[in-house]
């Protein structure tokens, strides 16, 4: 009894100690509510503030806010004022912190001027977060002192930003902000030295640079921003413009073009290392068809066709050593582009023009994989194609289940025999239909969300359910299956108990 009631002291003091240690952590963190939300911000140049679910048990377990909090009060912004750290709780106020776009919990959010400035992605780590914060005090983009410096810069593959200033300006202040939003993804610098804006003839100038090997008569070789102070759309132009009229898309830098629909790409032998007068010569050639069009928010890129030749597979089942060039659109912000486009005539910049105009005109049909229609479907497990799919899967008095899958996939071709099992069980109830598609030769409707590293991927497809599909999880779908088959055991065992012949 004794050492019980020691153990228990113990307990008491280290779980005192510890809420102790939470609440000191803490103390430096401004707790917000939806009255004072808006008030706060308008005081402080910068503050990180949390929005957290109390409920939540990341959130129950954790010091390294109030941690980072502490580590933080005593960093000052560059007014000497102290960075401020702050949370709000998101179960008081859900509607509030859904407006502000909170999709998780604790979701971190940096405010600068009173207005969202950006999301903290890293870890929860109070050191990760302080240096996080303290980074976003420091200029984004790094300083060239010297002229060398900055030629050696631009003797690069990729497109480089600079800005010059002579003097202290408002456009520096916000070009130096605007570096944290753009410099993860861009090259970029600044520079305050005579030396470079005299060599360069630049003053109070934001500027893009291309790099040589694209560099061409028929566009700028530099492009100077022309717009305002606001940071935000600096940021814009710069992601606007950063390419030039025809973008060259490499697998490094293809995520910048993600967000540009639609979106014209070329694919053809280009290697700038091998051939770099091959690569001028065409890029020259769409640059002609691309200015036609520069009225019709389009943007133009080229690529090498060997190194997107997966995804030139999976888009239009193009194999790249059957055409010499190959020229797709991807016209939407699904993960499989659609609606997606194919040029189906040989490259000229005639067709090319054509194939352009029938586009902006609305007189093209998108291109859609699809494999025929199978003449004798009788199989345990129905094949699904592109043009039959309404017919098996939505069929209004039949449970569907739905199999999207590939031939190269290996979890694919371990989950088709049990599927085929399951199949021959339930091939005599009219009331089932067991189905599968090839997904990378038939695209799926666009209301089925399939994704090549995802396979295989299943649907259940009830009566009076055809609008909402019920995806299952790889891992459950054995489960799913295994469940299947112990429903038809133990139906077949009733059967029998009450006497009853079941007819196979």
């Known amino acids: 009894a004794v050492h019980s009631v020691g153990a228990m002291a113990i307990l008491y003091v280290a779980t005192l100690f510890y809420l102790v240690l939470n609440v000191v952590a803490s103390s430096d963190v401004i707790e917000l509510t939806e009255d004072t939300f808006s008030e706060t911000l308008e005081k402080h140049e910068l503050i990180l503030i949390s929005f957290y679910d109390p409920d939540d048990q990341i959130w129950l377990k954790q010091t390294w806010y109030g941690e980072a909090a502490t580590q933080l009060a005593s960093s000052s912004l560059p007014s000497n004022a102290p960075f401020p750290v702050a949370q709000i709780d998101c179960k008081k106020f859900d509607s509030f912190c859904k407006s502000h776009e909170v999709t998780t919990h604790p979701q971190l959010k940096l405010y600068r001027e009173g207005k969202f400035f950006k999301n903290y992605r890293g870890y929860p780590k109070a050191g990760d977060i302080t240096k996080f914060a303290k980074k976003m005090m420091e200029p984004g983009a790094t300083e060239i002192k010297s002229v060398k410096k900055t030629e050696r810069l631009l003797d690069g593959v990729n497109h480089t930003v600079i800005g010059f200033f002579a003097e202290e300006s408002s456009l520096q202040k916000a070009f130096l902000v605007a570096t944290h939003l753009f410099c993860e993804r861009f090259i970029c610098a600044y520079t305050t030295k005579p030396a470079v804006l005299e060599k360069y003839g630049y003053q109070n100038d934001v500027v893009i640079f291309q790099p040589s090997h694209l560099q061409t008569k028929l566009e700028d070789h530099q492009i100077v921003y022309a717009g305002g102070e606001d940071y935000y759309e600096m940021q814009r132009w710069i992601e606007d413009k950063f390419a030039g009229i025809v973008g060259h898309v490499t697998m490094e830098n293809y995520h910048l073009f993600l967000n540009k629909r639609p979106m014209v790409t ?42 997107f030749s997966g995804l030139l597979y999976r888009r239009f089942l193009v194999k790249e050593e059957e055409v010499d060039f190959v020229v797709g659109i991807a016209g939407g912000f699904r993960t499989d582009d659609r609606p997606k486009y194919l040029m189906q005539t040989l490259f000229s910049v005639e067709n090319f023009q054509m194939f352009m105009q029938g586009f902006v005109d609305g007189t093209m049909q998108p291109f859609v994989k699809k494999q025929p229609v199978p003449e004798n479907n009788n199989g345990s497990v129905k094949v699904v194609v592109y043009d039959n799919f309404d017919e098996v899967v939505r069929d209004p008095t039949k449970d569907v289940l739905i199999v999207f899958y590939q031939d190269y996939c290996g979890k694919c071709r371990i989950f088709e025999p049990k599927l085929e099992r399951i199949g021959e069980k339930l091939k005599n109830d009219p009331n089932i239909v067991i189905a599968k598609i090839d997904a990378m030769a038939n695209d799926p409707p666009e209301d089925y969300d399939v994704k090549v590293e995802d396979f295989p991927i299943v649907f259940w497809v009830g009566i009076g359910k055809k609008d909402t599909p019920r995806r299952y999880p790889v891992h459950l779908v054995y489960i799913f299956l295994l469940f299947l088959f112990f429903f038809v055991i133990l139906l077949l065992c009733l059967y029998r108990a009450a006497g009853l012949k079941y007819h196979s």
């Open 266 to 307: 070329v694919y053809f032998g280009l290697n700038f290392k091998l051939n770099p007068k091959d690569g001028k010569y065409w890029r020259n050639r769409i640059i002609k068809v691309a200015k036609n069009f520069s009225d019709k928010n389009v943007t133009f890129g080229m690529a090498s066709k060997s190194e």
